[in-house]
């Protein structure tokens, strides 16, 4: 079974960027399937950040494309997540997950990492 | 942007009986809806895609039905663990999108 495990800063000064690392564990990173990040902000709903697959192709949130990127690394089993210009706006639970393989639902989760985003 | 909205906003119903809530797209999405459940700092977990399609390991008291704008999830008999949000979301594949709404929270009456 696969799991995901976020990992990075739980603190982030405004302005600066987020960075975040998603582990993929009892699986292939290089598998059939498209990886996603949302986010959740404290008490509220559930955000697509976007996706990507092991060949590098990506797709954006319309609304953030101009500050995120995220990359895989097939050597290490993981993707990651960067976000720019953060303001207190982007403090959230980030979740990575894993899509279905034929479409666009989130069918596995990694349990969640809060970043603030304060000085 | 597709807007989903979610109805009502807490659903107050008691162990044993059945719970249905709604998702309503502001435009077609034709069968390209998923509900998720939540449990307070747990990651949502997929119960439904495809508007009808259970997810593996979801029991078959979870049903979804719909197509189109109006979507609705059905639980036949509630048991304790049911009490959660849930969340409807509308995918399309081609260009990717994907839009959540905002959540109904399900509790015990």
């Known amino acids: 079974q696969v799991q995901l495990q976020e990992s990075g800063p739980g603190l982030v000064k405004p302005s600066g960027t987020l960075s975040l690392t998603c582990a993929v564990s009892g699986g292939s990173i290089s598998s059939s399937n498209w990886w996603s990040w949302i986010r959740q902000p404290p008490g509220k709903g559930l955000e697509w950040i976007g996706e990507i697959y092991h060949s590098g192709s990506t797709n954006y949130n319309p609304s953030l494309k101009s500050r995120v990127t995220i990359s895989v690394d097939k050597s290490k089993n993981q993707f990651s997540l960067k976000l720019s210009s953060v303001t207190a706006a982007d403090t959230a639970v980030y979740y990575c997950?894993?899509?279905?393989?034929?479409?666009?639902?989130?069918?596995?989760w990694g349990q969640g990492t809060l970043v603030t985003v304060s000085s | 942007e597709i807007v989903m909205t979610q109805s009502p906003a807490t659903l107050s119903v008691s162990p044993g009986e059945r719970a249905t809530l709604s998702c309503r797209a502001s435009q077609s999405v034709s069968s390209n809806l998923a509900w998720y459940q939540q449990k307070p700092g747990q990651a949502p977990r997929l119960l439904i895609y495809g508007a009808s399609t259970r997810a593996t390991g979801i029991p078959a008291r979870f049903s979804g039905s719909g197509s189109g704008t109006e979507f609705t999830l059905t639980i036949s008999s509630l048991q304790s663990e049911d009490f959660a949000v849930y969340y409807c979301q509308q995918y399309n594949n081609w260009p990717p999108r994907v839009t959540f709404g905002q959540g109904t929270r399900l509790e015990i009456k």
């Open positions: 997950a894993r899509n279905s393989e034929q479409q666009l639902v989130m069918r596995d």
